[in-house]
């Protein structure tokens, strides 16, 4: 796989306290097979679909534990100068970067309205390796924030992005390009979400179908926050897993209505 540019979503990972219990869940859901665990590397766990790896689990590490979350890494050419940029502009390096054997380099920053986020400089270990159309990929993530001044201003400063808002009353939403291609999303978050919600990243897997995995995830006691909806992008739900961590699924093939208008902002 080539080298992903800069700013392209690259990897997911999420912290459990019940790791055999993330794997149980997320196989049934998702479809996911799971490899040995590294105790190299602290047990982490990688995620297959197909064979192809999407994602990776790990137990906390002495002194993390608490509410499991998934972590999205955005490519990097260079960790050390993207944690320069991070500091830069407003936002918080929460993991100095920290090479990882031959895999590559990481790090973990915060923008300035609290999202949390990691950057990976690839080393023999390139990030995703399916296509974000097979089911039980990454397809997809949104910045949620209450602030999206404060994001809209740091991340295209930290990584090459030009911007685009949708034209929609009913809803802030932007999205992160690198070249032509669409990358990241950035939704506001209304009064809708309880107070005590920080700001994150969600993540987007996708599903076969959307009705069917929102039903083997509420069977195992996984919450539905929000759908089955349609959408001209497909039709998706959102999910909280029994441990807490949120991700939505969406089955990219049943779309529904036009593609919404937007406006070039860069």
């Not at 972590?71 to 993207?82: E, F, G, I, M, V």
């Amino acid at each position: 796989m080539a080298v992903q540019p800069e700013g392209t979503p690259i990897w997911a990972d999420a912290m459990f306290s019940d790791v055999e219990g993330a794997k149980s869940f997320y196989a049934d859901v998702l479809g996911w097979t799971f490899g040995e665990a590294s105790s190299e590397y602290g047990n982490y766990t990688q995620a297959y679909a197909d064979g192809k790896a999407v994602a990776a689990v790990v137990p906390p590490m002495p002194g993390q534990e608490g509410q499991s979350q998934w972590c999205l890494y955005l490519a990097s050419p260079d960790a050390a100068a993207t944690a320069g940029k991070i500091r830069d502009h407003g936002g918080e390096v929460l993991m100095e970067p920290m090479q990882v054997g031959e895999f590559g380099t990481m790090c973990l920053g915060r923008d300035p309205s609290g999202v949390v986020f990691g950057v990976w400089q690839a080393g023999t270990h390139e990030g995703f390796e399916a296509p974000p159309e097979q089911p039980g990929a990454f397809c997809w993530a949104e910045i949620f924030t209450r602030e999206p001044e404060k994001s809209d201003a740091f991340f295209p400063a930290v990584f090459p992005y030009t911007a685009k808002q949708l034209q929609d009353e009913a809803m802030d939403f932007r999205m992160f390009d690198v070249g032509d291609d669409t990358v990241l999303g950035r939704m506001k978050m209304t009064d809708e979400f309880p107070p005590e919600v920080p700001a994150y990243i969600n993540v987007y897997f996708t599903v076969a179908d959307c009705d069917e995995a929102v039903a083997k995830a509420t069977k195992l006691s996984g919450i539905l926050r929000f759908g089955p909806m349609d959408s001209p992008f497909g039709r998706f739900a959102a999910l909280s897993d029994p441990q807490g961590a949120s991700f939505s699924v969406i089955d990219v093939t049943t779309t529904q209505g036009e593609m919404p208008q937007v406006t070039d902002v860069s």
